[in-house]
């Protein structure tokens, strides 16, 4: 398929057929303690347990499979603060070829050991978007290899898009679902699945205020920069790619936003109540749940755990 046309729902359920040997049809969590907490009924599908420890997989595996021989032996290359980097070297990994991966220095420790630890190359970048584009360049020079953006990219959104898929197929009747947005393949992965198969849900994303450039985007109608990184939500800092702005415009309700505070109360709450452990970017959707003006109270709520590698040395929960 071609990685730059917008993906259909068709092509959704096309990845769901060369994936599904492969990836982990991870369950649907509930949890009543939680559920009382927030006031909703809640459904998490659980990407923390998938492999690598996030929904990342999907659409890295995805992407190197409809690689043909020939760009499959020049090898890939992406840019990835974390769990990108990590799906795209175990399947990489996978099929026998290189993946040269360029990282940001700040990403978390946790996430490099695995990227390492699945034998791709790491090169390193500056945080910053920029950084990371003109440093991918020169390994795409120097290596030949075909380029996976970890979300602007139909390949990739497509598999993420099968994660909705499951949670659909195994909870009916959801009045919305909620995922948390950085680039949005996983939310717009999510609008596909919906429109292809119950229409009537909602679909929301959710990001934090200190990183909020997709709420900003479908405000304004246009693609907005992204901030300087100041979150603890790390893999949350990218900017909308014109794939993922195109399904998302259409097919979002919302972009709702959390504090810093809600996120680290979410991210304990979802590991104390619910035994889950869940990195701060996959407890944002969830911390939208527990504010006062959340606009689904009372409802059915899927929520989509984008995954749990977490860096204990950096987490730090406010003492009670």
């Known amino acids: ?44 599908k659980a990407e923390n347990f998938q492999k690598v420890g996030a929904f990342k997989f999907r659409g890295a595996y ?11 032996q020049r090898g890939v290359v992406t840019h990835s603060s974390g769990n990108h980097a990590q799906a795209l070297a175990l399947a990489a990994r996978m099929r026998g070829i290189e993946a040269h991966i360029v990282m940001p220095v700040t990403a978390p420790q946790v996430k490099r050991k695995a990227v390492a630890g699945y034998g791709a190359r790491i090169i390193d970048c500056q945080p910053e978007l920029e950084s990371r584009e003109a440093v991918t360049e020169e390994v795409l020079k120097d290596t030949g290899g075909t380029f996976i953006h970890p979300f602007n990219d139909s390949r990739v959104i497509s598999g993420q898009g099968t994660a909705t898929v499951e949670l659909l197929e195994e909870v009916r009747d959801l009045d919305v679902i909620l995922t948390p947005v950085g680039g949005g393949g996983l939310l717009s992965g999510a609008v596909l699945a919906v429109q292809g198969i119950q229409p009537s849900i909602l679909v929301c994303g959710v990001e934090p205020q200190l990183a909020d450039d997709a709420h900003q985007s479908l405000k304004i109608g246009e693609i907005q920069p992204p901030r300087p990184p100041k979150t603890i939500a790390d893999g949350l800092l990218t900017a909308l790619g014109n794939l993922t702005f195109a399904i998302i415009k259409d097919g979002v309700q919302d972009i709702l936003l959390v504090s810093e505070a809600e996120i680290l109360q979410a991210t304990r709450h979802l590991w104390e109540r ?37 860096d204990l040395d950096r987490l730090q929960f406010k003492q009670s």
């Open 1 to 44: 398929m071609d990685p730059t046309q917008v993906p259909t729902f068709e092509d959704v359920l096309k990845a769901r057929d060369l994936i599904q040997d492969q990836v982990h049809r991870t369950p649907v969590i509930t949890c009543h303690s939680l559920n009382e907490i927030s006031g909703c009924e809640l459904f998490f």
């Open 62 to 72: 995805h992407a190197i499979q409809c690689l043909s021989e020939v760009e499959a």
């Open 274 to 310: 619910a035994k889950l452990v869940v990195e701060p970017s996959g407890a944002v959707p969830f911390a939208s749940t527990l504010r006062d003006d959340f606009p689904f109270r009372g409802k059915r709520v899927g929520i989509i755990i984008s995954g749990g590698n977490v």
